[in-house]
């Protein structure tokens, strides 16, 4: 556990025997994440360069609460210091749940957007899907900029650094696998794969990926699996339809759209609670 505190151009953590400060012009992006069990959210936050722990660097950070817990803030400016610094998006005093204080003040201190989920939803109706990353069992979150996974190591992958994505084990027979697996190739040469994914959400996910112009091999469309090495523009259009809003942005934290963030930082996890 990690006591916070947050100053005007820094954030502090301190925990045990080690403390870490945060420059908020080292922050690239914010998330706000709900776990599917309802009763936790995560917020995340991407750092570069990365925070690190003896040998070890830390992209992301990741805040975990409770979804009801709530947090009583009194901030040390007066009020018309808070007027003239921040337009009125801070009060001197206020309480709120935690997740939500947590991601206000990140959001105002650095002036940028909260992302949380946008239109994907899984076989389950979650914002997210169960599977492995370098063996570890996780939370993969497909956003409507880029994939976040959750917990070990938490790691962002943008879209637009994705040369294309292949589908392993999704091209057998329905009946003789249970799961499929998801392989990231990066433009940069790297890959990530994302394992044990249940066949129920095959579609789900595959719907949603295509929808965002990314090169798909090793798929399979309604229903028939292909060993064609890439799907025909088509097929995709039988299984899509029109999809005007298929590049809109993430839904904002409380207010307008996510701003799109230009920079790339790939890592795991420092998590917090």
Do not use: W
């Not at 497909?142 to 392993?168: S, W």
């Amino acid at each position: 556990r990690y006591n916070v505190e947050f100053s005007t151009k820094f954030l502090k953590m301190y925990g045990g025997t080690n403390q870490f400060k945060i420059q908020y012009s080292n922050i690239t992006r914010l998330f706000n994440l709900p776990r599917p069990d309802g009763r936790h959210n995560d917020v995340v936050v991407s750092v570069s360069p990365p925070l690190r722990s003896g040998h070890t660097p830390y992209s992301n950070i990741v805040f975990h609460f409770p979804h009801d817990s709530e947090t009583e803030a009194k901030i040390n400016m007066s009020e018309e210091e808070l007027l003239e610094k921040y337009d009125g998006k801070l009060e001197k005093e206020f309480k709120e749940p935690t997740h939500r204080l947590v991601s206000r003040m990140f959001k105002v201190l650095t002036n940028q957007s909260i992302v949380v989920p946008g239109r994907f939803e899984s076989a389950n109706n979650e914002k997210c899907i169960r599977c492995s990353l370098k063996a570890n069992d996780g939370l993969l979150y497909p956003l409507e900029k880029g994939f976040v996974f959750l917990h070990k190591p938490a790691t962002y992958i943008a879209y637009r650094d994705i040369e294309k994505l292949g589908f392993d084990r999704a091209e057998t027979a329905a009946v003789s696998t249970r799961n499929f697996d998801i392989e990231v190739f990066l433009k940069s040469g790297g890959t990530q794969k994302f394992q044990n994914i249940h066949k129920p959400e095959y579609s789900k996910i595959f719907n949603f990926l295509s929808a965002k112009n990314i090169r798909i091999e090793g798929a399979r469309v309604s229903g028939d699996f292909s060993s064609r090495s890439r799907v025909s523009e088509a097929e995709l259009q039988e299984v899509l339809g029109d999809d005007d809003d298929s590049d809109s942005d993430d839904e904002d934290f409380g207010e307008g759209d996510m701003q799109e963030d230009d920079s790339d930082d790939y890592g795991s996890e420092l998590e917090r609670s």
